[in-house]
């Protein structure tokens, strides 16, 4: 991303900054490399950035929406996607998210346990409508990633257990108000490693087979998201490696004729267009440490204090005259001790006004802002 600084020095801090031209050329490799395969069908994850100007910008380019809560859903069909190209996961749909769901006619609910589906039969024969349903299975498949955001082990409180898979089935089958229309899967997020997929794909190769034993066809199977990016060098990696991705399943599933492939993807289409910019507001000279002080926080990106993120920092004020090496601890001003965005980093000599741009931070960054110390929100501006 080029960053224009006299441009930038204007803008009221902390605020996003969207690249929507890498955001574009995302957009047109994911088109270039799932169009390889005709029946693969991409969604993107609302929750990861639902900013409205992003949302029409992926909407426009002819993605479907992945969403997990009744406003994610009036948020995906205010942006333009289409209502059957929307899919509802979540373990916790309340009444009126299912209601809604259903009345705007979405694809396909991704239902996570018997229970859901009880409440869905009911509130569909209350409407007299059909709903069409997919199971998230949960595949019992590890992933190498951060503890807080594996999601398919057996353990972990998503989806339906693989050995209740067919009797699930086969109770949908016989409501009355239910179409089964497909298996759903997620294990993680920021996955780096295309075995973990493979891993997946093994998986449900497995499970087809069941399927096949009793009799059952899915027209549809959904791989959900999880694909990582570059935080360490997103210079080096602004468009995540999809050719790696859905060559993974294109070779490790083997899928039943006209079965549709669909995936959920969230970080991999947002996280590098975006940048956190923030000001220096004091560098403090500690006896052990130095302290950069900027005025964003985790208010504003909570990853770091949440999952032990790590995002590239740069300075963007920064010239040659400067010191060219200071090793600093970089803080936000909240009164929380994890309010940190990076401990021991190496930056130019840094001063009080200096710009700062938190990188790859276009996903689960303006998403999970809080108002926490009674803080505005962020506000967030498109650049190109
Ligand atoms: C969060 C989520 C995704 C997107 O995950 P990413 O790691 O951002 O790609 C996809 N599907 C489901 C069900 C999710 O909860």
Redesign the pocket.
């Given at each position: 991303m080029h960053f224009d600084t006299t441009h930038l020095q204007a803008l009221q801090t902390p605020c996003y900054l969207y690249d929507t031209e890498l955001l574009a050329r995302t957009l047109d490799t994911i088109h270039a490399e799932a169009r390889q395969h005709d029946n693969y069908h991409v969604?993107y994850?609302i929750?990861?950035n639902s900013n409205p100007d992003v949302l029409r910008q992926i909407a426009a380019a002819g993605l479907g929406a992945?969403c997990?809560s009744g406003g994610e859903i009036r948020a995906a069909i205010d942006a333009g996607f289409p209502a059957r190209e929307i899919?509802f996961?979540?373990v916790g749909k309340a009444d009126w998210e299912i209601t809604l769901a259903l009345r705007v006619g979405i694809g396909m609910f991704?239902v996570e346990s018997i229970e859901e589906l009880d409440v869905i039969q009911q509130l569909a024969t209350d409407l007299d409508m059909r709903a069409r349903v997919s199971f998230?299975i949960n595949p019992d498949v590890g992933a190498h990633t951060h503890a807080h955001?594996t999601?398919g082990r057996a353990e972990d409180k998503?989806g339906i257990a693989k050995e209740d898979m067919v009797a699930v089935l086969r109770r949908a089958q016989a409501m009355t108000h239910i179409d089964v229309v497909g298996l759903?899967f997620?294990i993680?997020?920021?996955?780096l490693e295309m075995d973990d997929f493979a891993a997946l794909c093994s998986r449900i190769n497995e499970l087809q087979e069941v399927l096949d034993a009793e009799g059952i066809a899915v027209p549809n199977i959904n791989v959900?998201?999880?694909?990582?990016i570059d935080y360490e060098q997103p210079d080096l990696h602004p468009v995540p490696d999809f050719h790696a991705y859905f060559s993974t399943f294109a070779n490790g599933l083997q899928l039943r004729p006209n079965q549709q492939l669909h995936f959920?993807?969230?970080?991999?289409?947002v996280?590098q267009m975006g940048t956190l910019l923030t000001r220096v507001l004091y560098v403090k000279h500690g006896h052990e440490r130095q302290f950069v002080i900027v005025d964003a926080g985790m208010t504003e990106l909570i990853r770091p204090a949440l999952y032990g993120a790590l995002h590239q920092i740069n300075n963007l004020s920064a010239d040659a005259s400067r010191e060219p090496a200071v090793t600093y601890d970089i803080v936000g001003p909240i009164c929380e001790s994890s309010d940190v965005f990076a401990r021991d980093y190496v930056l130019p000599q840094t001063c009080r006004g200096d710009l700062l741009a938190i990188r790859s931070a276009g996903?689960?960054g303006e998403t999970m802002a809080s108002t926490y110390n009674c803080r505005p929100l962020p506000t967030a501006h498109l650049i190109q």
């Amino acid at each position: 991303m080029h960053f224009d600084t006299t441009h930038l020095q204007a803008l009221q801090t902390p605020c996003y900054l969207y690249d929507t031209e890498l955001l574009a050329r995302t957009l047109d490799t994911i088109h270039a490399e799932a169009r390889q395969h005709d029946n693969y069908h991409v969604h993107y994850a609302i929750k990861a950035n639902s900013n409205p100007d992003v949302l029409r910008q992926i909407a426009a380019a002819g993605l479907g929406a992945d969403c997990v809560s009744g406003g994610e859903i009036r948020a995906a069909i205010d942006a333009g996607f289409p209502a059957r190209e929307i899919a509802f996961a979540g373990v916790g749909k309340a009444d009126w998210e299912i209601t809604l769901a259903l009345r705007v006619g979405i694809g396909m609910f991704n239902v996570e346990s018997i229970e859901e589906l009880d409440v869905i039969q009911q509130l569909a024969t209350d409407l007299d409508m059909r709903a069409r349903v997919s199971f998230r299975i949960n595949p019992d498949v590890g992933a190498h990633t951060h503890a807080h955001i594996t999601t398919g082990r057996a353990e972990d409180k998503f989806g339906i257990a693989k050995e209740d898979m067919v009797a699930v089935l086969r109770r949908a089958q016989a409501m009355t108000h239910i179409d089964v229309v497909g298996l759903h899967f997620h294990i993680g997020s920021q996955l780096l490693e295309m075995d973990d997929f493979a891993a997946l794909c093994s998986r449900i190769n497995e499970l087809q087979e069941v399927l096949d034993a009793e009799g059952i066809a899915v027209p549809n199977i959904n791989v959900g998201g999880g694909l990582g990016i570059d935080y360490e060098q997103p210079d080096l990696h602004p468009v995540p490696d999809f050719h790696a991705y859905f060559s993974t399943f294109a070779n490790g599933l083997q899928l039943r004729p006209n079965q549709q492939l669909h995936f959920e993807l969230g970080r991999a289409v947002v996280a590098q267009m975006g940048t956190l910019l923030t000001r220096v507001l004091y560098v403090k000279h500690g006896h052990e440490r130095q302290f950069v002080i900027v005025d964003a926080g985790m208010t504003e990106l909570i990853r770091p204090a949440l999952y032990g993120a790590l995002h590239q920092i740069n300075n963007l004020s920064a010239d040659a005259s400067r010191e060219p090496a200071v090793t600093y601890d970089i803080v936000g001003p909240i009164c929380e001790s994890s309010d940190v965005f990076a401990r021991d980093y190496v930056l130019p000599q840094t001063c009080r006004g200096d710009l700062l741009a938190i990188r790859s931070a276009g996903a689960y960054g303006e998403t999970m802002a809080s108002t926490y110390n009674c803080r505005p929100l962020p506000t967030a501006h498109l650049i190109q």
